[in-house]
């Protein structure tokens, strides 16, 4: 790869890393924030009921946000070019996040992750399509894997952002150390505008952007529905497993360390400090995970091809949900599930960078990633809404919220039934 083609590879991957960024920072300031917004001690049954069940609901109005920007962005980067879609969407992302600094209450900040949701979703298909159509061929799949390494990477970033100011620069303050978490948010906007210097719009989207109108409902037509429809089922399993384990990491390693801290004795603050450090350490076992997990996706994709690499990937998900949230573990060592729940559920995301801009022609090929990758959120966006409202309404919300996510594991394993009508993109070139 040119020195070029690098700077492409780079631009998309902190436009994707800083997406997940500001996507997930909620999850992780919500056991504060979202008892400050409401009036109610961080801490206190009351507070983590309401936890659970905000969690679930702004989550899945995320997910609802991220899906409408991710269709309606996909065919306006087919139109205007991938470059000005990714700066426009990175920097509409990255504002709505930091505005939820100053949110007074749970309903404007709800609008303001709406803001921040559609950009998010814009952004994925942009730099999906950017790299698949600039990179040569023989490497869109390391290209594709490599791009979504910024996904975990990002999540580092979120993880330590969120710990170092509420663990560290101010633990005695959760009522107001969580705003300022969300100003990092702004980060995404400076990088966009400096990426926007460097990188023009691919020649292969140039030559044929002039005469295409692409559609959606080109999409279903019979020669592209079944295209559709495998990318879209994929995509749809995903999402659902991802969200709702991924959305309650947060507030479940936050339940398991007050459990411990209680059998401890410890104090309100050393409570807080272990619940931070516990947080901490649940989303690096994930992130770590999910970065092998997609780095995997590598070999087994150009080797065995993309159906097979689906159906282990389903297959070894389930297993680590139902273990991680089934067996009778001890607070801390449950947390360590989490990694094998990383490299599957996380790790086969590494795919659908390469896999979703394979199955489609230049003129629809941010639209049609876009909406297969998308579209399956509204869907998704369920379970983190059910998961969060069934557990809140629990006696113990911590145990119900397990049992719950519990079942979550049957959802990839109903998945493997989808196999046989998975398009097979092994050895096949791009087309125009």
């Given at each position: 790869m040119?020195?070029?083609?690098?700077?492409?590879?780079?631009?998309?991957?902190?436009?994707?890393?800083?997406?997940?960024?500001?996507?997930?920072?909620?999850?992780?300031?919500?056991?504060?924030?979202?008892?400050?917004?409401?009036?109610?001690?961080?801490?206190?049954?009351?507070?983590?009921?309401a936890t659970l069940?905000?969690?679930?609901?702004?989550?899945?109005?995320?997910?609802?946000?991220?899906?409408?920007?991710?269709?309606?962005?996909?065919?306006?980067?087919?139109?205007?070019?991938?470059?000005?879609?990714?700066?426009?969407?990175?920097?509409?992302?990255?504002?709505?996040?930091a505005l939820c600094a100053i949110a007074p209450n749970m309903t404007v900040l709800i609008f303001f992750r709406i803001i921040a949701s559609l950009g998010i979703g814009g952004e994925w298909a942009a730099g999906a399509a950017m790299v698949a159509e600039v990179v040569p061929e023989e490497k869109r799949v390391e290209a594709g894997a490599l791009l979504y390494t910024s996904a975990p990477v990002g999540l580092f970033l979120a993880t330590y952002v969120t710990y170092f100011i509420?663990?560290?620069?101010?633990?005695?303050?959760?009522?107001?150390?969580?705003?300022?978490?969300?100003?990092?948010?702004?980060?995404?906007?400076?990088?966009?505008?400096?990426?926007?210097?460097?990188?023009?719009?691919?020649?292969?989207?140039?030559?044929?952007?002039?005469?295409?109108?692409?559609?959606?409902?080109?999409?279903?037509?019979p020669q592209l529905r079944t295209t559709t429809l495998s990318g879209m089922g994929m995509a749809l399993v995903a999402?659902?497993?991802?969200?709702?384990?991924n959305a309650f990491i947060g507030t479940i390693a936050s339940g398991l360390a007050r459990v411990e801290a209680a059998s401890r004795g410890l104090s309100p603050l050393a409570t807080q400090i272990l619940s931070q450090e516990w947080i901490k350490s649940?989303?690096?076992l994930f992130n770590i995970g999910g970065l092998l997990g997609t780095l995997l996706t590598i070999p087994v994709a150009k080797h065995v091809g993309r159906r097979p690499m689906y159906f282990v990937y389903f297959l070894l998900s389930g297993i680590a949900i139902m273990a991680t949230f089934g067996l009778d573990l001890p607070p801390h060592t449950r947390l360590y599930g989490y990694f094998f729940m990383g490299l599957t559920i996380f790790g086969v995301f590494g795919s659908f960078t390469y896999y979703l801009p394979e199955l489609f022609p230049t003129h629809l090929r941010a639209t049609g990633a876009g909406f297969c990758y998308n579209s399956g959120r509204i869907i998704a966006a369920m379970g983190p809404f059910v998961v969060g409202s069934v557990a809140a309404m629990g006696t113990d919300a911590l145990t119900?919220?397990?049992?719950?996510?519990?079942?979550?594991?049957?959802?990839?394993?109903?998945g493997l039934f989808l196999m046989p009508w998975v398009i097979e993109t092994r050895h096949l070139a791009l087309t125009d």
């Open positions: 040119s020195a070029y083609q690098w700077m492409v590879l780079f631009a998309a991957w902190l436009g994707w890393g800083f997406d997940i960024f500001d996507g997930l920072l909620f999850n992780y300031v919500a056991p504060n924030c979202v008892p400050t917004l409401l009036g109610l001690p961080i801490g206190s049954s009351e507070a983590n009921a069940h905000y969690t679930g609901i702004v989550t899945s109005i995320l997910l609802i946000g991220w899906a409408v920007g991710g269709i309606f962005f996909g065919r306006v980067c087919d139109r205007i070019g991938r470059t000005k879609t990714l700066l426009l969407t990175m920097s509409m992302y990255a504002v709505g996040t509420q663990g560290i620069v101010l633990p005695g303050r959760p009522d107001i150390a969580w705003r300022y978490v969300f100003l990092f948010g702004l980060l995404p906007a400076a990088v966009a505008f400096v990426m926007r210097l460097f990188i023009k719009e691919p020649e292969r989207w140039k030559r044929v952007s002039a005469t295409a109108h692409p559609t959606l409902s080109e999409l279903f037509t999402l659902i497993t991802w969200w709702s384990s649940t989303t690096n119900t919220a397990m049992h719950l996510l519990f079942w979550v594991g049957a959802v990839p394993l109903i």
